[in-house]
């Protein structure tokens, strides 16, 4: 496990509009590290003509981008790619510091990223279009034609990768594309935006808008704005989907999650007690695809004791970072204090835990076990985005099935069972749109695409893969007839 390394004096972060890094008007955040809890940077905040000059920039740079044949354009992003790979451990260490997790949760990030950009490459070698003589002498043709300048605003908990689920992808497709990351976490897309210019995309067609919730509704509000994509909080997600799509933009806006992890008695013990471990703390517990809630189906209790016993063991700022700040950290403290009182058993109480040595003042919580909570309580039912694991006893797997149904959230559900009909079963009746059997975190890698179902997710179709082909172009069919003979008949 690498050590965090944070910048001997705060990092200054402006936006980047038409290739040139320009300070946005409307204040400044100060960035603070989860780690120490001290400083490490400073965002200027956008306003809505600081959007306006950025989105120029991007509308311009589109019209000549479009113009581009793909093979030219994915040129920059096989540059690109090298690049990630060369500042891996710099751009896993700055996702670390602003985000609180681990350096090497960081550069798994980044390498997912770099695996969209392989996806992404791949298109210039499809061929994505169809022609067809459909009457004697008359071709139809179609064709993939980007959308414009489209924009991606993203959450705090993957600085790296969730923007690279998104800019590839559209980039290759010829598109101008604006990311407006997390104002929590704004230093990794700084440094990203220089690697961009490095790689060679032309000025505008790469562009970072810092701010908050005034940059987010001003790029929603922009008429020259064609599609917007979210990532992050389901009630965010869902204001931002209805004002996109009341303002006739193209919108998938993915939101948050509460995923199930069903223990069945016939379940491999080591598989289960890793898998649930890695699933519930991993980037502390602050990731849309954590494993929350363990639902044990009848008695499976030697693999809840070896949990707790293993993530007894843990280690804060080895094997798990920090909270992303003091407000979530007390949110946290308050969520499992609320669910002692309802009369659930802490097994294992993360409240006050061993602080790494010179990390006293971050945001710290060990991992935590709620045992025996019911159906509907705040900590079976709710996301808390942290390190909590809370276990739901059940009689049966119709019944564990019927926890996920009734959850407003479609994320992800594993089961861990070594039964090929049981693991079947779930994978068939499961509500969830990504799911894992003995996979504590049922990621898809490309080009499966990733998403959801439910309040997990607003709009049509996934945000990585081949779907996101559908999500970043729009098809126009072109009927032509060069044989100009004049006989004609309704086909023709
Ligand atoms: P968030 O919703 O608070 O913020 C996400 C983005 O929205 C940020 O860029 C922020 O500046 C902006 N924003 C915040 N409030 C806004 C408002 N009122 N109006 C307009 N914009 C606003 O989310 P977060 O705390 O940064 O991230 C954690 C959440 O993201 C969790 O719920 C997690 O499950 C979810 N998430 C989901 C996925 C997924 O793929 N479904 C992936 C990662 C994170």
Known sequence: MKQVVLPKAPIEVA??????????????????????????????????????????????AAKRWRAVPIKERTQALFRYRELLLA????????????????????????????EVIEFALSLQNLDDGAVLEVSRGVTCEVRREPMGVVVGITPFNFPAMVPLWLYPIAIACGNAFVLKPSEKVPLTSHRVGQLMTEAGFPPGVFTVVNGDRVAVEALIDHPDVSVVTFVGSTAVARAVYRRATGNDKRALCLGGAKNHLVVVPDADPEVTIDGVLRSFTGCAGQRCMAGSLLVAVGDVEPILDG???????????????AIIDRPSLDRLVAAIGRAKDDGVRIRLDGRSPEVPDGFAGGHWLGATILDGAKPGMECAQHELFGPVLTIVRVPTLEAALALQSESPYGNAQTVFTTSGAVARFVADRSEAGMIGINVGVPVPREPFAFGGTKQSRFGQ???????????????????SKWQLQSDSNWMS
């Open 87 to 114: 500042h891996l451990e710099e751009l896993g260490n700055l996702a670390a510091i602003e985000s609180g997790k681990t350096v090497d949760e960081g550069a798994a990030g980044v390498m997912k990223g770099v």
């Open 461 to 479: 179709g996934d945000i990585t893969g081949r779907p996101a082909l559908e999500l970043w172009t729009q098809t126009k069919k072109i009927t």
């Open 307 to 321: 949990i707790v016993e293993r993530a007894s063991q843990m280690v804060l700022g080895r094997d798990m970072g």
């Open 15 to 60: 936006n980047l509009v038409g290739g040139e890094h320009v300070a946005a008007k409307g204040g400044v955040r100060e960035v603070v590290s989860p780690y120490t809890g001290e400083v490490i940077g400073r965002v200027g905040l956008s306003t809505v003509e600081d959007v306006g000059r950025a989105v120029a920039a991007a509308k311009d």
